[in-house]
């Protein structure tokens, strides 16, 4: 089978396309024969080794796919059968490749409306937003959020799922293409944060007044700026940092504006709190079954074009969900 392999850090042209055996399944484990897999902006960071946990080399990125059940090891019951159609959660990676093998309880039977392209969109992405309303924001109605990275993976979702909550929506995204999008998607008010004082934008926007709840993950002058943004008692919600740069808010202005902030991991859902991660997911798949939610047709590449793939994601010419198929 192919495989992209990285064995040493550094630029997309480190992902090696190799010819490996298919893996057999240990006890608990079932192989899929993939069909997508998702990529994240976190492979970018494992690739260049700055993401908050070390890679180890040599490894296989991709920490999510869609396929098909192939065989399954010891102890493994319904419903993995072979020929069930799963999205696999793959903790340590592995999903850059033809066949992978997952832990049968990290799978997730796919409902046969959802296309494998679709359900790499809604396995991470989705299940971070709603994962980070149903914990951090439960009460939107009538309350102002703002959402940075808008006509991104999470945060077109996030739009979606904020407005489905009675919440007024200011979107911001690094251009104005992206903020078409955005404004699709049901956004009240779109601000381009790559121009200066963006934060005075938001407040306008908002008669004046900061907002309720601010969803970030660029990090660095926007980290800044979001926080600026925030109306006394506001709440911040972190959960990426996309730029590597380091935010410089100082711990008294939180103090001063009464402001709270969370960070979300859902890594941390995945092995500590399965229950609510499954929740999260089984509330999207339903909310697209009922035509509530829209998935933006993720931008495709083949397993051997891995590295552009990496290339766009890192130059912010992408939006939504972006899949590598295998051609299956």
């Given at each position: 089978?192919?495989?992209v392999?990285?064995?040493?850090?550094?630029?997309?042209?480190?992902?090696?396309l190799i010819?490996?055996?298919i893996?057999?399944?240990?006890?608990?484990?079932?192989v899929i024969?993939?069909?997508?897999?998702g990529?994240?902006y976190?492979?970018?960071?494992?690739?260049?080794n700055?993401?908050f946990?070390?890679?180890?080399?040599p490894?296989i990125?991709?920490?999510?796919?869609?396929?098909?059940?192939v065989?399954v090891g010891?102890?493994?019951t319904?419903?993995y059968?072979?020929?069930?159609?799963?999205?696999?959660?793959l903790?340590?990676?592995g999903g850059y490749s033809?066949?992978?093998s997952?832990?049968?309880q990290?799978?997730?039977?796919l409902?046969p409306h959802?296309d494998?392209?679709?359900?790499t969109a809604?396995?991470v992405q989705?299940?971070?937003?709603?994962?980070?309303?149903?914990?951090f924001a439960?009460?939107l109605?009538d309350k102002?959020?703002?959402i940075?990275a808008?006509?991104?993976?999470?945060?077109?979702?996030?739009?979606q799922l904020?407005?489905?909550?009675?919440?007024?929506v200011i979107a911001t995204s690094?251009?104005?293409e992206?903020?078409k999008v955005a404004?699709?998607?049901g956004?009240?008010?779109?601000?381009?944060?790559s121009?200066?004082?963006?934060s005075e934008?938001?407040k306008?926007?908002n008669?004046?007044?900061g907002v309720d709840?601010?969803?970030?993950?660029?990090g660095?002058?926007i980290?800044n700026?979001?926080?600026?943004s925030?109306?006394?008692?506001?709440?911040?919600?972190v959960y990426g940092c996309?730029s590597g740069?380091?935010g410089?808010?100082?711990p008294?202005y939180?103090v001063d504006?009464?402001i709270?902030?969370s960070?979300f991991?859902?890594?941390?859902?995945i092995?500590n709190?399965?229950?609510?991660?499954?929740?999260a997911?089984?509330?999207?798949?339903?909310l697209?079954?009922?035509g509530?939610?829209?998935?933006?047709?993720?931008?495709?590449f083949?397993?051997?074009?891995?590295a552009e793939a990496?290339r766009?994601?890192e130059?912010?010419?992408?939006?939504?969900?972006v899949?590598?198929t295998?051609n299956h």
């Amino acid at each position: 089978m192919k495989q992209v392999q990285l064995k040493q850090y550094g630029s997309p042209d480190e992902l090696k396309l190799i010819e490996t055996n298919i893996p057999q399944p240990k006890t608990g484990e079932v192989v899929i024969k993939v069909e997508a897999i998702g990529v994240n902006y976190s492979d970018t960071l494992r690739r260049r080794n700055q993401y908050f946990q070390p890679t180890p080399l040599p490894y296989i990125l991709g920490s999510e796919a869609v396929g098909q059940i192939v065989s399954v090891g010891d102890v493994v019951t319904e419903p993995y059968g072979v020929g069930t159609r799963v999205l696999a959660i793959l903790p340590f990676g592995g999903g850059y490749s033809e066949y992978v093998s997952a832990i049968a309880q990290y799978c997730v039977p796919l409902p046969p409306h959802i296309d494998s392209k679709t359900a790499t969109a809604i396995f991470v992405q989705g299940t971070t937003a709603q994962l980070m309303i149903s914990q951090f924001a439960k009460d939107l109605k009538d309350k102002t959020v703002l959402i940075n990275a808008a006509a991104g993976g999470v945060g077109s979702l996030l739009v979606q799922l904020a407005k489905l909550n009675g919440a007024k929506v200011i979107a911001t995204s690094s251009s104005d293409e992206k903020l078409k999008v955005a404004k699709a998607h049901g956004a009240d008010e779109t601000i381009n944060y790559s121009k200066e004082n963006w934060s005075e934008k938001v407040k306008s926007a908002n008669n004046g007044q900061g907002v309720d709840i601010a969803f970030e993950m660029v990090g660095g002058n926007i980290y800044n700026e979001t926080v600026k943004s925030l109306a006394q008692g506001g709440h911040l919600i972190v959960y990426g940092c996309a730029s590597g740069i380091q935010g410089q808010v100082h711990p008294e202005y939180f103090v001063d504006e009464n402001i709270s902030q969370s960070g979300f991991n859902l890594a941390f859902y995945i092995t500590n709190k399965m229950p609510l991660w499954q929740e999260a997911l089984g509330t999207i798949i339903e909310l697209i079954a009922q035509g509530k939610l829209k998935i933006e047709t993720p931008k495709t590449f083949t397993l051997s074009d891995v590295a552009e793939a990496h290339r766009q994601i890192e130059a912010r010419q992408t939006t939504g969900k972006v899949v590598l198929t295998t051609n299956h």
